[in-house]
T-cell receptor, first 111, second 113 residues
Framework: SQQGEEDPQALSIQEGENATMNCSYK?????LQWYRQNSGRGLVHLIL?????REKHSGRLRVTLDTSKKSSSLLITASRAADTASYFC???????????FGQGTRLTINP | DAMVIQNPRYQVTQFGKPVTLSCSQT?????MYWYQQKSSQAPKLLFH???????NEADTPDNFQSRRPNTSFCFLDIRSPGLGDAAMYLC????????????FGPGTRLTVL
């Protein structure tokens, strides 16, 4: 079953600009995670935000979580060509013992 | 470096010919997962092991089986691959269920002829 829905499905911006991706989900969660996937590779964990947290930072990444709206956003500041990848949100539902991934946002950074 | 390793990276099989994909980890994590990912789609969980306890997703076809002979290794067996089973297969691990990030291997790209 799919929990997270991401918006937009694809995003193309110029190098140096900021990129924002959004994720919405349907049920109560324990935490929400963001992953990056380069073409043809495995996923890499970026950041985890717990249900009692509202914002988290890691380097150029900023994640927000609004549990009342069941939504999260991932902001990448000062984008680089190497940020070109697909980005997935994944929700950890209470008691589910697994992550459910959204459909992902394909981000392209143009030099 | 601690990591998740998948072999082979690319596997070609014939329609109906059994195939086994391999995953190993040096992280000593309790949980190992197998995902199927088709082009431009989200990874779809097939099953997972917590230590030796096996948990199958309700919609995973019987054609897919798994074995975990020890902490480090986990195998995905596809008994009779169909054309629709062509996909990327991703193995992942986590230390536990709660609050734990998952560590992914590079994946095995399966082609069915």
């Amino acid at each position: 079953s799919q929990q997270g829905e991401e918006d937009p499905q694809a995003l193309s911006i110029q190098e140096g600009e900021n990129a924002t991706m959004n994720c919405s989900y349907k049920t109560s969660i324990n935490n929400l995670q963001w992953y990056r996937q380069n073409s043809g590779r495995g996923l890499v964990h970026l950041i985890l935000i717990r249900s009692n947290e509202r914002e988290k930072h890691s380097g150029r990444l900023r994640v927000t979580l609004d549990t009342s709206k069941k939504s999260s956003s991932l902001l990448i500041t000062a984008s680089r060509a190497a940020d070109t990848a697909s980005y997935f949100c994944a929700t950890d539902e209470w008691g589910a013992q697994k992550l459910v991934f959204g459909q992902g946002t394909r981000l392209t950074i143009n030099p | 470096d601690a990591m998740v390793i998948q072999n082979p990276r690319y596997q070609v099989t014939q329609f109906g010919k059994p195939v086994t994909l391999s995953c190993s980890q040096t992280l000593n994590h309790n949980v190992m997962y197998w995902y199927q990912q088709k082009s431009s789609q989200a990874p779809k969980l097939l099953f997972h092991y917590y230590d030796k306890d096996f948990n199958n997703e309700a919609d995973t076809p019987d054609n897919f089986q798994s074995r975990r002979p020890n902490t480090s290794f986990c195998f995905l067996d596809i008994r009779s691959p169909g054309l629709g089973d062509a996909a990327m297969y991703l193995c992942a691990t986590s230390r536990d269920f709660a609050y734990n990030e998952q560590f992914f291997g590079p994946g095995t790209r399966l082609t069915v002829l």
